[in-house]
Each structure stands twice: as C-alpha cells, then as structure tokens.
C-alpha cells in the first residue's frame, strides 16, 4: 500500500511547495479515491454534457459514494465537526476543477454556498434536518441570492420580497444565475422582509407551488451547469423553514467570505488544470522532429504557468488556515479572488498559445478551461469589486459608489 508521500507525489507533481503535506493520511486517501471516480466518470463524459449544456449527474455523484464531504476519515480529530477542514478544502477544489470548471461549480453551490447557508444560518433543529442529507448528497441544494437586476450592489438592491402572514412567509420576485435551480431539492432564497426592511432567508422545498425555474440557454461559459432564473409568485414558506440566524446583509456577508475563498480556490484548480493540459500536450505533439516542449519559447511558458500553479496554491492553502484557525475576513477571502482569477486568467491564455490551434478543440481540455474561466473570473465578486474591498481595507478609504 502507498504510503502518504508517495500518494502526495504521485496526485500533485506540480505542487513543487509540497502544501498537500499539511493533508492528513484520511485526507490523501479520500482526494486519490476522487481522483479515480472524476477519471473514470466525470472526464469521459465532460466534453459532450459540455457540449449540450446539460450537466452529467449520474457521472458527479458517483462521488458521493467516496464520501468527499461525509467520509469518517476526514473527521478524524475533528469530532463534532459538521464540515472537514479547510486545507482540504481546498485541495478538494483543485481536484474537482483541474478536471472542469462547471463540476467544480455545481459543488461550490451545493457544498460551499447551500451547505454554508444552512450551517451558518440555520438553528440546530434546522442543521439536523438539513445537514446530513446535504453532506451525502442525499438532497441537493443551491443559493439564491443573485437578481436579474442586481448583482455586485445586491446588499443595497435586493427585490425579493417576504411577507408574513400568520405562520407563513410568502415570497415574490426573481433570481438569476443561480446554478441547480431547477433540480435542487431545497432552495434557499434571500428576500427582504416587507415589514423591517431585512434580508432575510428562506427554504423553499422542491415543487412549492409558485415556485419556477428555467436554465439559461445560449452561455459560452461553464455550459454544463445549470444557471437558472428563477421566478417566485406568491411563493410560501412556512416560519419554521426561515433560517434564523440570517437577519440582515451583514449574516449574507458572513456565507460570503467562506465561499468567496471557494471561488479563489476553483480558480487555483483551473489553474493547475490549463496547466497539466498544456504540459501534457507539448511532451507529446512534435513539430520540426521533434517534442514542442524541447523549444525554448514554449518552456518559457511553461515556466510561468507552474509559477502561477504554485502561486495561486499558496494563497488557496495560506487562507485556508486563516479560515481553519477562525480568523476569515472578507479582505482575505478578496485578495485570494482577485489573485486567483488574474493568474487563472493569464494561465489559460498561456495553455492557449502552446497548444496552438488544437487549444480551440475540446479535446485538449484547453478551451474548456479558457471558457470557463471567463465566469469564473467574474462570479463570486467581480475583479473590481474584490479590488475595492481589499483597497478600503488597506487605505482606509472606501470608494464604492
């Protein structure tokens, strides 16, 4: 049997920093159990779901079976706990997203935002019932906060509106790129409270009366997820599925920080992915008799993109442990973002001029990666909002509008 660092070695060549030792063993053994699940599964099937704006269920939730959020092995030491840790956290990104961006999406959504929502949100009658079954992927989940008409200014812009009547909420408005809308089982929606004027949340279950949801067609980006707008009429939700421990934007903001940072580490894993894409490809496709990757230009690039790989985990695993030791802020969580998505950016172009014109086929992985990360760099906070969370921060000064 592999022993750790054998296992280490053989998942992340191109962690040349060595952060997966921080892993524990049950860690490494879970992320090698993915890994041959998303080889065997979810890679052989990607390109055509990718193709026909579909997402491949059946082929995700063969993970499910590995445990990547339940296994008892990614609890050992950590009794009590409801999520594994945030080193692994991070390393569970980079497998899922340096084999596709919109897999690792689908999980953000459910494992990050939905299941964060609920954690942070709910009360413990609520965690109980909801916790478990999300966490084996028993119920899906989603977040529905994003609005056709707000998205960066939805602190102040948010429409949806709740309204109590007696024992009961009921709910109006829309909701847009709000991925797994239409499948999810149980949907958390934010709404403002007609009475106070507080973004509230609400958990609407699969088949309210009310409640619609379509995918949106015609995306050059992350096709095989699900983006949904949702439109809520009169939607109703009975008081003891509010979550009550979100009772304002400032609660959103606490969900935020921790999935901002799944965001950032998404980023890292498209990253590392373009990369070993390009990699690969050069060693083998020859030109002027001989391996692309033999010519010094190439190499150059190269270079860059394993600095860029080795960069952006070193931010995934540094605030990561910020976040494990309890110490998360919205300006880590940005910088990390911004960071990210800056190099992700400049490492996909970089798989794109070495792969040359096949970079534009779906085969190589290389144009799925530069597709994606188009969404990528923009959900979750935009560039510039990032840039002006982190610049109040270190001035002083805030220039939002």
């Known amino acids: 049997m592999s022993t750790k660092a054998e296992m280490i070695k053989e998942l992340y060549p191109e962690d040349l920093f060595n952060y997966a030792e921080l892993l524990s063993d049950g860690e490494v053994e879970v992320l090698a159990a993915a890994r041959k699940v998303i080889e065997a599964e979810i890679k052989p099937v990607i390109n055509e779901y990718w193709e026909k704006a579909d997402f491949p269920f059946e082929a995700f939730y063969k993970l499910a079976e590995v445990g990547i959020m339940n296994s008892p092995k990614l609890y050992v030491g950590r009794e009590g706990e409801r999520k594994p840790s945030e080193i692994y956290t991070a390393f569970l990104y980079l497998e899922l997203a340096r084999a596709d961006a919109s897999i690792a999406t689908f999980y953000t959504v459910h494992g990050g935002l939905g299941y964060n929502t609920i954690l942070l949100g709910g009360n413990e009658r609520q965690i109980e019932e909801f916790a478990p079954k999300i966490a084996s992927f028993e119920w899906q989940t989603c977040f529905g906060l994003t609005e056709p008409d707000s998205g960066s200014d939805i602190a102040g812009g948010l429409s949806t509106t709740a309204e109590r009547k007696g024992d009961t909420w009921v709910l109006n408005g829309a909701k847009r790129w709000i991925g797994g809308s239409d499948t999810a089982d149980i949907i958390p929606i934010f709404a403002r409270d007609v009475e106070d004027n507080k973004v509230k949340c609400f ?41 009550e421990n979100i009772n304002g934007f400032k609660d959103v903001a606490r969900i935020l920080v921790y999935t901002r940072t799944d965001v950032a580490h998404i980023a890292m894993g498209i990253t590392n992915g373009a990369f070993v894409a390009a990699l690969n490809y050069t060693k083998e496709r020859e030109q002027f008799g001989r391996p692309i990757a033999k010519f010094q230009l190439v190499q150059e690039k190269l270079s860059r993109m394993q600095a860029n790989a080795v960069a952006t985990l070193g931010y ?45 086929t779906l085969e190589t992985d290389v144009a799925r990666f530069f597709a994606d990360a188009e969404a990528i760099y923009t959900y979750e906070g935009t560039h510039e909002v990032n840039a002006l969370i982190v610049g109040r921060d270190i001035t002083g000064l805030g220039a939002f509008v």
Request: glycine fraction near 8%; proline fraction near 5%; aromatic fraction near 2%.
């Open 203 to 243: 958990i609407v279950r699969k088949g309210a009366p009310g409640y619609h949801a379509e995918p949106i067609p015609h995306k050059a980006s992350l096709r095989a997820i699900r983006n949904g707008h949702i439109t809520l009429e009169n939607v109703e939700v009975p008081e003891a599925d509010r979550l």
């Open 316 to 360: 995934s695993v540094r605030v990561a442990q910020l976040q494990e030791e309890g110490r998360e802020l919205m300006t880590n969580s940005s910088l990390a973002k911004m960071h990210n998505s800056l190099r992700m950016r400049e490492t996909v172009a970089l798989a794109r001029e070495v792969v040359g014109g096949n970079g534009i």
